[in-house]
T-cell receptor
Framework: ETGVTQTPRHLVMGMTNKKSLKCEQHLGHNAMYWYKQSAKKPLELMFVYSLEERVENNSVPSRFSPECPNSSHLFLHLHTLQPEDSALYLC?????????????FGPGTRLTVL | GQNIDQPTEMTATEGAIVQINCTYQTSGFNGLFWYQQHAGEAPTFLSYNVLDGLEEKGRFSSFLSRSKGYSYLLLKELQMKDSASYLCAVSDSNYQLIWGAGTKLIIKP
């Protein structure tokens, strides 16, 4: 496989469920990202793992928990979500060097919280 | 605060030319990206500008004026497959991308 892959592509869950989103990049990049995309809103950066350091958006609720076991894999653990968390969750990766930060995206997970 | 503005939606005719504008106010500037996103798909890279001027790549061109905080994406000889959302993003002082909400481009025959 090439590029950035995400599973599952679609997920429906209740507010009491626990689920995880998975992302894998095959590009040899050193940074990975989780974004939330809601209709007609800008992409919202949730978490960044860059050079093995985590940088996060302090406005992200604690019901979202990231995990990055190595430079190729990224998870987003979900628990006790709210209906307003329904959105497209995009994973991206990039090679951070020299200030150029082109990001490569996976196809996303369409999440619906009932 | 940081802000990226672009029109919500635009309509154009197949074969015509369309210009999508983007204005920005960010803490620092390390380049501006344009991405294309078809419905239900991942955003894909179109162009990158870090110096003032026009970058041309086939039917697509992107322009930057750093002094005005302004960029545009120019699409020529529009095709139906160009119907998509176009996202403007600025790399800030921390090299993180600040995103606009995207412009949905509708192409009519």
């Amino acid at each position: 496989e090439t590029g950035v892959t995400q599973t599952p592509r679609h997920l429906v869950m209740g507010m009491t469920n626990k689920k995880s989103l998975k992302c894998e990049q095959h590009l040899g990049h050193n940074a990975m990202y989780w974004y939330k995309q809601s209709a007609k809103k800008p992409l919202e950066l949730m978490f960044v793992y860059s050079l093995e350091e985590r940088v996060e958006n302090n406005s992200v609720p604690s019901r979202f928990s990231p995990e990055c076991p190595n430079s190729s894999h990224l998870f987003l653990h979900l628990h006790t979500l709210q209906p307003e968390d329904s959105a497209l969750y995009l994973c991206a990766s990039s090679q951070v060097e020299g200030g150029y930060n082109e990001q490569f995206f996976g196809p996303g997970t369409r999440l619906t919280v009932l | 605060g940081q802000n990226i503005d672009q029109p919500t939606e635009m309509t154009a005719t197949e074969g015509a030319i369309v210009q999508i504008n983007c204005t920005y106010q960010t803490s620092g500037f390390n380049g501006l990206f344009w991405y294309q996103q078809h419905a239900g798909e991942a955003p894909t890279f179109l162009s990158y500008n870090v110096l003032d001027g026009l970058e041309e790549k086939g039917r697509f061109s992107s322009f930057l004026s750093r002094s005005k905080g302004y960029s545009y994406l120019l699409l020529k000889e529009l095709q139906m497959k160009d119907s998509a959302s176009y996202l403007c993003a600025v790399s800030d002082s921390n090299y993180q991308l600040i995103w606009g909400a995207g412009t949905k481009l509708i192409i009519k025959p």
